[in-house]
Each structure stands twice: as structure tokens, then as C-alpha cells.
């Protein structure tokens, strides 16, 4: 490894679809799983599982100070409360709505998803009856939003949104963006091979970003993102779209910021 600040711990919070497999790809390349890097997710805990690890809220602080990277889908704002002598360096990846849409369906439908109620005769339009809107702002809401009675609000709009198809709300959408603008980096799939190499060497390692679980090569690419498919996902999730473009516009600068910062060499 090379230098780092090792005061810091950083943790992804993994939104589906998003890349989340690429980057614990490498980060099983560069950490220990299970000891300096932590998933929380259902590999992990089977990796937890098969070599007699507690779970990390119930292990030591002795062993929890082992721990350099924390991600998976299960991350919530209260993880880092797990840590509270470190410093926290929260991390998420966004993705354009319509192709986070698309390559969901293309892999729901597929033999590599483990568990699915779609299979490869299924059309589009069928698959796309049954999803939310605003996936990735709702997934975020339930987990970056302080507040015990914020989330319990925002899980209310969803429940109440799900079945007419709405979106995240106004309300949802501000609260993600409040928490997000707390992070310590905001990136998107789209860039992620130019700019997780940069937040990897702030953790220490150094390493690139190979596809996992991607269209085209862990299954196949059934449909299509055409102009005119893009242009309506984009309406029908335009929380998410304007999500996604805010932080998209936010990478360059932000990455600049960090690579300035006296502790990345520290």
C-alpha cells in the first residue's frame, strides 16, 4: 500500500446498479474482505460466515480499528458510528437513470440473477410496470437521511408513491440532496474507471476499475437504450435526473479538492 491518512474510513454507500460490484472487485484485490474491508451485503456476511467473523457491530474496537473501507447496499449513516475515532469519508456513485433502468431489466432477466421473478421472455414494458420511480434517490433517502422520523416520512411517500408509479417528491429529493452535499465524494458510473483509480489511492491502494456484472459481458444486452426509450425514463424519474446531473457537474472540481488535500499524502 502506499501512504495514507489512516485516520479515515471510508464508506460507500453501494446504490444498486451503479458499478458497487466493480469497485469491490477491487477492493477484494487490494484488502483483506471481512477484515480491513467490509461488505455489507450478502457476500460478505457468507464470507463472514465461512471463516467465523462476527458481524462488525459485534466485534472489538480493537478489530474494528483494523477497518479501512466499509461499503455494500446495507451502509447507513449510522455505520460510522461504529468508528467514532475516525474520520468518516462518505462515497456514493450515481448512474444516468435510463441506463441504470435498462441495464437493471437486461440483468433481472437474466440467468445472473440469483433471484428474480423475470426471466429472459419477458418484455420491457411488463418489467417496467412493476418498478419504482426514483429508485436510486429513494434507495439513498432511506439511508443517508439523519433523522428516525425523516426516513419513517420518506418510506411513507415511497409506500404511498409505489402503486400510481410517482416519484420521490420534492420533499425526498431536498433531503438526499442535503445529506449528499455532506459527502466526501459524489461520483457517477459513467466516469468511474477515469476517477475511482483517484479515490483508491486516497485509501491507500492502486488499481483500476474492471467492469463486473456488466451488460454485455456477465449477461446479455436484450434491449437497447434508444433516443426515445432515454427521453421517457428520463421524465417518468426526473428526481433521479436531476440527482444525477447535479453531482455529475460537481466530479471535476471535487476531485481536484481532494487531490489538493495535505492528508492524501499524509
Same mark, same amino acid.
Given at each position: 500500500?502506499? @501512504?495514507?491518512?489512516?485516520?479515515?474510513?471510508?464508506?460507500? /454507500?453501494?446504490?444498486?446498479?451503479?458499478?458497487?460490484?466493480?469497485?469491490?472487485?477491487?477492493?477484494?484485490?487490494?484488502?483483506?474482505?471481512?477484515?480491513?474491508?467490509?461488505?455489507?451485503?450478502?457476500?460478505?456476511?457468507?464470507?463472514?460466515?465461512?471463516?467465523?467473523? +462476527?458481524?462488525?457491530?459485534? $466485534?472489538? $474496537?480493537?478489530?474494528?480499528?483494523?477497518?479501512?473501507?466499509?461499503?455494500?447496499?446495507?451502509?447507513?449513516?449510522?455505520?460510522?458510528?461504529?468508528?467514532? @475515532?475516525?474520520?468518516?469519508?462518505?462515497?456514493?456513485?450515481?448512474?444516468?437513470? &435510463?441506463?441504470?433502468?435498462?441495464? &437493471?431489466?437486461?440483468?433481472?432477466?437474466?440467468? &445472473?440473477?440469483? /433471484?428474480?421473478?423475470? @426471466? =429472459?421472455?419477458?418484455?420491457?414494458?411488463?418489467?417496467?410496470?412493476?418498478?419504482? $420511480?426514483?429508485?436510486?434517490?429513494?434507495?439513498?433517502?432511506?439511508?443517508?437521511?439523519?433523522?428516525?422520523?425523516?426516513?419513517?416520512? &420518506?418510506?411513507? !411517500?415511497? /409506500?404511498?408513491?409505489?402503486?400510481?408509479?410517482?416519484?420521490?417528491?420534492?420533499?425526498?429529493?431536498?433531503?438526499?440532496?442535503?445529506?449528499?452535499? @455532506?459527502?466526501?465524494?459524489?461520483?457517477?458510473?459513467?466516469?468511474?474507471?477515469?476517477?475511482?483509480?483517484?479515490?483508491?489511492?486516497?485509501?491507500?491502494?492502486?488499481?483500476?476499475?474492471? !467492469?463486473?456484472?456488466?451488460?454485455?459481458?456477465?449477461?446479455?444486452? $436484450?434491449?437497447?437504450?434508444?433516443?426515445? +426509450?432515454?427521453?421517457? +425514463?428520463?421524465?417518468?424519474?426526473? /428526481?433521479?435526473?436531476?440527482?444525477?446531473?447535479?453531482?455529475?457537474?460537481?466530479?471535476?472540481?471535487?476531485? =481536484?479538492?481532494?487531490?489538493?488535500?495535505?492528508?492524501?499524502?499524509?
Amino acid at each position: 500500500m502506499i @501512504d495514507s491518512h489512516q485516520n479515515e474510513i471510508f464508506i460507500l /454507500f453501494h446504490v444498486p446498479k451503479t458499478g458497487g460490484i466493480s469497485i469491490n472487485h477491487l477492493l477484494n484485490e487490494k484488502f483483506t474482505r471481512g477484515v480491513d474491508f467490509i461488505d455489507l451485503g450478502q457476500p460478505g456476511e457468507e464470507d463472514d460466515a465461512r471463516h467465523g467473523r +462476527l458481524p462488525i457491530e459485534k $466485534r472489538s $474496537r480493537e478489530e474494528r480499528s483494523k477497518v479501512r473501507v466499509i461499503s455494500g447496499h446495507e451502509v447507513f449513516m449510522r455505520t460510522e458510528q461504529l468508528f467514532p @475515532d475516525r474520520i468518516p469519508r462518505r462515497i456514493t456513485f450515481l448512474r444516468k437513470p &435510463a441506463s441504470r433502468i435498462v441495464s &437493471a431489466f437486461n440483468y433481472e432477466t437474466s440467468d &445472473a440473477a440469483p /433471484f428474480t421473478r423475470w @426471466d =429472459a421472455t419477458t418484455p420491457f414494458e411488463t418489467w417496467y410496470r412493476y418498478q419504482e $420511480r426514483d429508485v436510486m434517490t429513494k434507495f439513498l433517502a432511506k439511508r443517508v437521511i439523519g433523522s428516525r422520523l425523516g426516513v419513517a416520512l &420518506a418510506q411513507s !411517500k415511497r /409506500f404511498i408513491g409505489y402503486p400510481v408509479k410517482r416519484g420521490a417528491g420534492s420533499w425526498v429529493f431536498e433531503q438526499v440532496q442535503q445529506a449528499l452535499s @455532506d459527502f466526501w465524494f459524489v461520483g457517477c458510473t459513467e466516469s468511474l474507471s477515469n476517477d475511482m483509480p483517484k479515490i483508491a489511492r486516497r485509501m491507500g491502494i492502486e488499481g483500476g476499475v474492471d !467492469k463486473r456484472n456488466a451488460t454485455g459481458r456477465n449477461f446479455s444486452r $436484450r434491449l437497447e437504450l434508444t433516443p426515445e +426509450l432515454e427521453s421517457r +425514463l428520463t421524465e417518468d424519474n426526473r /428526481f433521479d435526473t436531476q440527482l444525477y446531473q447535479h453531482w455529475q457537474g460537481q466530479i471535476a472540481a471535487r476531485l =481536484a479538492e481532494i487531490e489538493a488535500e495535505p492528508s492524501a499524502t499524509a
